[in-house]
């Protein structure tokens, strides 16, 4: 197999937000940050760390073709009622077949909004943390 066509690219990535596929999403990136405390010593130069829990959080970029955001947070913001959400990522390895598959739940959505340029095309963002995630499977 060729190196080259053997790296995955975004092309080969699907997300689902509640169990629907938005054709419209740019990009959707993802990260868990550990925790970390400092741990010294008296007589030890050295500093450790102590695990305390992780973070996850990430950003749903779309480009704009509906009010997804709007949709989904605008009632939610007034009332105080924060909607259920679960996102289903999948991406495939073509060469191999392989997929890496992941679940993110407990997911809050921090902001929503809107933004217009001249002679620009519209997108959407909609940053997100997240309590839970698993992966179901692994390329």
């Not at 169990?19 to 970390?36: A, L, M, P, R, Y």
């Not at 939610?76 to 992941?102: C, F, H, L, Q, W």
């Not at 993110?104 to 340029?117: A, H, P, Q, R």
């Not at 909609?126 to 309590?131: G, I, R, Y």
């Amino acid at each position: 197999m060729d190196k080259a066509n053997g790296v995955v690219s975004g092309n080969d990535c699907m997300v689902w937000i509640n169990n629907e596929i938005w054709d419209e999403i740019k990009s959707f990136e993802w990260k868990v940050t550990g925790s970390f405390e400092e741990v010294n010593f008296l007589g030890d130069p050295r500093t450790y760390k102590k695990y305390m829990g992780y973070d996850g959080e990430g950003t749903v970029t779309l480009n704009k073709t509906k009010s997804r955001g709007a949709q989904l947070l605008a009632e939610a913001y007034k009332t105080g009622i924060m909607p259920d959400v679960k996102i289903v990522t999948k991406t495939t390895n073509k060469s191999t077949g392989k997929s890496e598959r992941a679940v993110f739940t407990g997911i809050t959505f921090s902001e929503f909004g809107g933004k217009s340029e001249a002679k620009g095309l519209l997108e959407e963002e909609l940053p997100l943390s997240f309590a839970e995630y698993e992966f179901l499977e692994f390329m």
